[in-house]
């Protein structure tokens, strides 16, 4: 049925390129020689009202082209509705909110335009100083779809209050230090785990972003995963992040139970926390205190490795421009970006607005955004970690294959079914079963 709904689409958008059609959502030339683009921003209220400033900035030095921002549906889902609008002519030009994976699957279609074919894409990448950070986002057919807008580089957190009084004083960076501390810990507080998190227990494919992935791309230096429709994983380093769990759990150090904020509430000492953690904390949990009882670090890696340049998992977004829009509307979009992301105080406003950091090599040194970062502290490790964070697998079939990586190798191996070498093993032929499909 998938290959199906994706020929589909892709007769969908064929046809739709030799009618010559624009984007059915406004989109295109007026009878005065405007030419208007259709901009779908994300379904958050925030993201909008920033958007649409930035459209009224453009439109005041661009008169000839207006730039009409809405909401994406997110009935039943924002990809969903992005689908649909595709298959029924009515896609906007350009819109944001779209991840690596999802990305995949539109460009497998004909359904997104190749942006480094549109005149002033180098200009971008260099205006805005994320020469390095677009590397890892290149699709396997060497072209670019995304023109990421922030990147949440995960990090993980540690209880500092409570590492210090089982008499650990700076947070893990390997494998065997996380270890020594889980023995320290259950040694006194027989009633907590290093781990608390159920979702290491569920196959749910997203879960797989914040847990597996920021092991493994740490373990590997950021080697791929998938490629394309090939399997590229280092083994070793899968390995090397199952075992690490398996020997977390042989110290009775995992929990997989539902628990209610178990590292807000002490009985987790280390989990993942993304830079949108914090807002929430100020409400609910006053009490979380930046470098007092808790810090933030980098996945911790095998014994021997280097501990300072680290990768790990970027959960990312960015935007897209569908291959609907004439070759007016690309022209007109891309220097809507160009106008947006030629100036960092407009990734400033976007910072402040959302606390989403924005996908920059620079954005820990660059001068504009010192002063936010001087403010906002526990978001500074988050800005380091921009250059060296690694995105979503750019395949279409992406939500089965990080199934069977939950499935096959994480569930179990954290309940103790199944040892490391198999559950990869076992990982591994389900994976390759599926990129053959």
């Given at each position: 049925m998938?290959k199906?709904?994706?020929?589909f689409l892709?007769?969908t958008i064929?046809?739709?390129?030799?009618?010559?059609?624009s984007?059915?959502?406004?989109?295109?030339?007026?009878?005065?020689?405007?030419t208007?683009?259709?901009?779908?921003?994300?379904p958050?209220?925030?993201?909008?009202?920033?958007?649409?400033e930035m459209?009224?900035?453009f439109?005041?030095?661009?008169?000839k082209?207006?730039v009409k921002?809405?909401?994406?549906k997110e009935?039943?889902?924002?990809?969903?509705?992005?689908q649909s609008?595709?298959a029924g002519?009515?896609?906007p030009?350009?819109?944001?909110?779209?991840?690596r994976?999802?990305?995949a699957?539109?460009?497998d279609s004909?359904?997104?335009v190749?942006?480094?074919?549109i005149?002033?894409?180098?200009?971008?990448?260099?205006?805005r100083?994320m020469t390095?950070t677009?590397?890892?986002?290149?699709?396997s057919?060497?072209?670019?779809?995304?023109?990421?807008?922030?990147?949440n580089?995960?990090l993980f957190g540690w209880?500092?209050?409570?590492?210090?009084?089982v008499g650990?004083?700076?947070?893990?960076?390997?494998?065997s230090?996380?270890l020594?501390?889980?023995?320290?810990?259950k040694?006194?507080?027989?009633?907590?785990?290093?781990w608390?998190?159920?979702a290491?227990a569920?196959?749910?494919a997203?879960?797989?972003?914040?847990?597996f992935?920021?092991?493994?791309?740490?373990?590997s230096?950021?080697?791929n995963?998938i490629e394309?429709?090939k399997f590229?994983?280092?083994?070793?380093?899968g390995?090397?992040?199952?075992?690490?769990?398996d020997?977390l759990?042989k110290?009775?150090?995992?929990l997989?139970?539902q628990?209610t904020?178990?590292?807000?509430?002490g009985?987790g000492?280390f989990t993942d926390l993304?830079?949108w953690t914090?807002?929430?904390?100020?409400?609910?949990f006053?009490?979380?205190?930046y470098?007092?009882?808790?810090?933030?670090?980098?996945p911790?890696?095998p014994d021997?490795?280097?501990?300072?340049?680290?990768?790990?998992f970027a959960d990312?977004?960015?935007?897209v421009?569908?291959?609907?829009?004439t070759?007016e509307e690309?022209k007109?979009?891309?220097?809507?970006m160009?106008?947006?992301?030629?100036?960092?105080?407009n990734?400033?406003?976007?910072?402040?607005?959302t606390?989403?950091?924005?996908?920059?090599d620079?954005?820990s040194?660059n001068?504009?955004?010192?002063?936010?970062f001087?403010?906002?502290p526990e978001?500074?490790?988050?800005?380091?970690a921009?250059?060296n964070?690694?995105?979503?697998?750019?395949?279409a079939?992406?939500?089965?294959?990080?199934?069977h990586?939950?499935r096959?190798?994480?569930n179990?191996v954290?309940?103790g079914?199944?040892?490391?070498?198999?559950?990869?093993?076992e990982?591994k032929?389900?994976?390759?079963?599926?990129?053959?499909?």
């Amino acid at each position: 049925m998938k290959k199906v709904a994706s020929l589909f689409l892709t007769a969908t958008i064929a046809a739709s390129a030799l009618a010559g059609c624009s984007t059915g959502n406004g989109g295109g030339k007026s009878a005065d020689g405007k030419t208007t683009i259709e901009f779908w921003a994300a379904p958050n209220p925030t993201q909008q009202v920033y958007w649409k400033e930035m459209a009224k900035e453009f439109e005041k030095e661009n008169p000839k082209v207006n730039v009409k921002v809405s909401p994406m549906k997110e009935s039943p889902t924002s990809e969903a509705s992005i689908q649909s609008a595709i298959a029924g002519k009515s896609a906007p030009t350009m819109s944001e909110n779209i991840n690596r994976g999802f990305a995949a699957q539109l460009a497998d279609s004909k359904a997104l335009v190749p942006l480094n074919e549109i005149e002033g894409w180098d200009k971008l990448l260099k205006n805005r100083s994320m020469t390095d950070t677009i590397k890892t986002w290149e699709f396997s057919d060497d072209n670019q779809y995304v023109m990421p807008i922030y990147s949440n580089p995960m990090l993980f957190g540690w209880r500092l209050d409570i590492l210090k009084e089982v008499g650990v004083d700076k947070m893990p960076a390997t494998y065997s230090e996380v270890l020594d501390a889980a023995k320290k810990l259950k040694a006194k507080y027989p009633e907590k785990y290093v781990w608390a998190k159920p979702a290491l227990a569920d196959p749910t494919a997203h879960h797989r972003w914040f847990d597996f992935f920021m092991l493994y791309d740490a373990a590997s230096g950021g080697n791929n995963f998938i490629e394309g429709d090939k399997f590229v994983a280092e083994d070793e380093a899968g390995l090397n992040a199952l075992k690490f769990m398996d020997d977390l759990r042989k110290e009775d150090a995992i929990l997989t139970k539902q628990s209610t904020d178990p590292f807000e509430n002490g009985l987790g000492i280390f989990t993942d926390l993304g830079p949108w953690t914090f807002s929430y904390w100020e409400e609910k949990f006053p009490e979380m205190k930046y470098n007092e009882n808790f810090g933030l670090s980098l996945p911790p890696v095998p014994d021997g490795a280097d501990t300072e340049n680290v990768n790990t998992f970027a959960d990312t977004k960015g935007i897209v421009i569908y291959a609907s829009a004439t070759e007016e509307e690309r022209k007109a979009a891309m220097e809507f970006m160009n106008f947006v992301y030629s100036n960092p105080e407009n990734d400033l406003k976007w910072l402040e607005t959302t606390k989403l950091p924005p996908a920059r090599d620079d954005l820990s040194a660059n001068e504009s955004f010192k002063a936010f970062f001087d403010k906002n502290p526990e978001l500074k490790p988050y800005a380091d970690a921009v250059p060296n964070a690694i995105p979503s697998i750019d395949n279409a079939k992406y939500n089965e294959l990080q199934t069977h990586i939950g499935r096959y190798a994480v569930n179990p191996v954290v309940k103790g079914e199944v040892d490391p070498e198999k559950g990869w093993k076992e990982m591994k032929k389900a994976i390759k079963e599926e990129l053959k499909k």
